[in-house]
């Protein structure tokens, strides 16, 4: 935000200006409670998109003076939805907006509900009560639904009561508050700086010319804004608003002429934010807990005075504010949440709001990422190759692309990304295929048919082996998609690969197939990607006995409430396998710390910056699986693990090696674990990082790496042609071996 500063003025015009502005804010009444009626429905209040329901308005069942609206289903309809609803044409300033009144319901179908609804426009935030599934019969009580306001994005407010599939429901004492207080209270947005509110969607910001002297400025923004942004008091304060900060000083730094003229207004625009101290007393720890740090030798590069690079430095050594306006870490682990605009309306071509997309995550992960230093190049680099890319990237299609190319350089499986379209058909295309393939020994491989498309001619089997694709070596397709797949290591990247390969833009997919040493094209049939449905095998039991006394249990299956039924099946049995190629259902090492477990050890230590400055990490305390336990099962304890065991798998897997003699057998995991956290980014989009760091008890690294097998077993072409699983062979085969 900008100060206003404000020059000395009599006292009489003071308290008219005071009295005309105090007015200006006044927020009127928009007959939320409904208790004005206009022709049979509460003033204001309409019909959306409702069939087959009636609306009444009722006496209030205890308050003679008042009324209750009453929304039923109507006799043999449909019954699919009845909303009233109110658009108040209001921005407000404030925390929190809480939209609250008293519902009954009766005979509300099992499959409907009956609820509020709150929603900040355009495409701001939404929250109703779906998840409550309030149906059925019941008396009056009191439920609401809140939102965190979000006025630099909002322009209006919608509130709706409605039911939800047949039957009835009564709404009564409605009332909308921001913080605590009517709304009728809050002040309306701005109340102060409305000059800044041209930026609130447009970054006022013209293309970009790609110069070189243009990227390296941009690229020296981005560090210092980030800078600016994370450690200065005022700005964590929540005193400065840094999106529109950055596009009110992107104009005057384009237009600067030389090194000298740059480098003042950089040193001008960091004091335009007010004076900072670094902080005397940093938290103490040793050096030992310190498990990473981020690198800020991009100060000691930059091609200006030593003043600049000592006042930045200073900076960088002040502890932020807490609470802080842009992050602040989840309870218990300590991973970051960030607290930014998603500027969903904001068109793709608006210059700024790309650029402000690539800044944002870049600081994100140069201050919040506990594994920078596993990514694919030097981050500092990564601004000055991805500025060209972000400014030059005009379509949907080039941006999403960008974006994914971009996240996939911190080498993590878990950035995954949310764009307008799930399936990234832009890039990928927005056909598929009705099989499923998988890199087995450097092959990609069939592995499993559909139900419906291969019925005539069946021209695929499973243990095909894919050549080529549309004409292109898969080889060559590894490197070119490569690009846009976010994976920790190359077994998560051949994990992912396949799906995106087998797309196309076109109703046929020309494939050249291997099969026993002789080669065929085939065209295969594709259809809309969201519209394929894959046959996968029946599921398996979450637990099975096999012969020669072994317990199976499939991790994906299993539930808390078949701990009971494995202990029970574990007695007198010769060994248990427990399969983690999937992701679990269950925190299963707690689950069992009574069952498998002999003894409590330390299991796994986490990093966080939590408490700390940001780019710097600490070691918690380690944290124990199991119990002291002397009847525990003696068996012999197996895990399975494979490319698709992830973050919580990985996780689990970790507590499970602490048994004596257990082992795990398969191949190389995808090595991303640790609580995720979310950037929003503009236009509606987000992604994610792995938010803290995870250690074996050593202190050695899981990211990336993934768990190492005792015994590494992948399956063969051979194997899957057979639908032979052999890492669960091989899992039998240790726990019958003498």
């Known amino acids: 935000m900008r100060k206003v500063i404000m020059p000395l003025l009599l006292t009489f015009v003071l308290a008219v200006f005071i009295s005309v502005f105090t007015h200006a804010q006044q927020v009127k009444s928009y007959n939320v409670d409904q208790q004005i009626i206009k022709n049979g429905l509460p003033a204001g209040w309409f019909k959306a998109e409702s069939r087959g329901y009636s609306f009444n308005i009722e006496k209030h069942s205890t308050q003679p003076d008042k009324t209750q609206l009453k929304i039923s289903s109507i006799a043999d309809s449909n019954g699919y939805s009845g909303v009233l609803m109110l658009n108040i044409p209001e921005n407000l300033e404030g925390e929190h907006i809480f939209f609250e009144g008293r519902i009954k319901t009766e005979n509300i179908a099992p499959d409907g509900f009956a609820g509020l609804f709150l929603q900040l426009k355009p495409k701001v935030d939404i929250e109703n009560m779906e998840s409550l599934k309030l149906n059925g019969t019941h008396d009056w009580e009191t439920f609401g639904v809140r939102l965190k306001l979000k006025p630099k994005e909002t322009r209006s407010i919608a509130i709706a009561t409605y039911i939800i599939g047949k039957g009835t429901a009564w709404f009564a004492d409605l009332s909308l508050k921001i913080d605590g207080k009517d709304y009728t209270q809050a002040l309306k947005y701005p109340s102060i700086n409305k000059a800044d509110t041209i930026y609130n969607f447009k970054s006022q910001l013209k293309e970009i010319p790609l110069t070189t002297d243009n990227i390296t400025k941009l690229t020296h923004t981005a560090q210092i804004w980030g800078m600016l942004k994370y450690f200065h008091p005022a700005v964590t304060a929540g005193k400065w608003d840094m999106d529109t900060e950055l596009f009110k000083f992107i104009p005057h730094l384009l237009a600067s002429k030389d090194q000298s003229t740059t480098e003042q207004l950089f040193d001008e625009w960091i004091h335009h934010f007010g004076p900072f101290q670094p902080t005397v007393k940093q938290p103490a720890i040793a050096q030992e807990q310190i498990a990473a740090s981020t690198n800020d030798a991009w100060i000691e590069k930059l091609p200006y005075s030593n003043k600049l690079k000592e006042k930045l430095a200073v900076l960088s050594h002040v502890l932020p504010l807490s609470p802080n306006r842009y992050v602040s870490y989840y309870d218990g682990v300590g991973n970051p949440q960030f607290y930014e605009y998603n500027y969903k309306t904001v068109p793709l071509s608006d210059v700024g709001f790309r650029l402000l997309g690539l800044f944002r995550y870049w600081n994100a992960i140069q201050y919040f990422n506990p594994n920078q230093k596993l990514s694919a190049q030097p981050w500092d680099q990564v601004l000055t190759d991805f500025i060209p890319q972000f400014i030059g990237a005009t379509t949907k299609a080039s941006l999403e692309g960008t974006y994914l190319k971009l996240f996939s350089k911190i080498n993590d499986t878990h950035a995954f990304s949310s764009f307008t379209d799930y399936y990234y058909k832009d890039i990928f295309g927005p056909r598929a295929v009705g099989f499923k393939a998988r ?202 693990v494979n490319e698709t065991s992830q973050s919580a798998s990985e996780f689990q897997v970790m507590a499970f090696r602490t048994i004596p003699g257990s082992q795990v057998v398969g191949s190389q995991t995808a090595g991303a674990d640790g609580n995720i956290s979310s950037v929003p980014l503009p236009l509606g989009y987000s992604t994610a990082f792995s938010g803290i760091g995870v250690y074996y008890p050593d202190k050695s690294e899981t990211q990336g790496i993934g768990i190492v097998p005792d015994k590494v077993v992948y399956p063969t072409i051979d194997g899957i042609r057979k639908h032979q699983d052999e890492v669960l062979q091989a899992g039998i085969d240790l726990i019958l071996r003498p």
């Open 439 to 640: 890199f087995i020994q450097n092959q990609l491989v069939v592995t499993a048919l559909s139900d419906d498309q291969f019925k005539t001619g069946q021209e695929l089997q499973v243990g095909d082996i894919i050549m080529e694709i549309a004409g292109k070596p898969v080889s060559a397709m590894i490197d070119s998609l490569g690009q846009y797949v976010a994976a920790s290591n190359e077994s998560a990247l051949k994990r992912d690969l396949p799906s995106r390969m087998l797309r196309t833009a076109d109703s046929l997919l020309l494939l050249k197939v291997q099969r026993e040493g002789r080669e065929s094209d085939v065209y295969i049939p594709t259809r809309a990607v969201e519209s394929i449905k894959y046959a996968d095998e029946k599921p398996n039991p979450a637990i099975r006995k096999l012969k020669d006394g072994i317990v199976v249990v499939d991790i994906g299956v299993f539930k808390d409430s078949d701990t009971q039924r494995l202990k029970d099946s574990l007695q007198g049995q010769r060994g248990l396998i427990l399969d983690y190629r999937t992701y679990p259902s269950a925190s299963m090492h707690d689950e069992l710390r009574d069952i498998v477990f002999p003894s409590e050890k330390d299991f796994v230590i986490f990093s966080t910056s939590n408490g700390m400055r940001p780019g710097l990490f600490r070691y918690t305390e380690p944290v124990k699986a199991g119990a002291v336990n002397p009847k525990a099962f003696t068996g012999k304890v197996v895990v399975l």
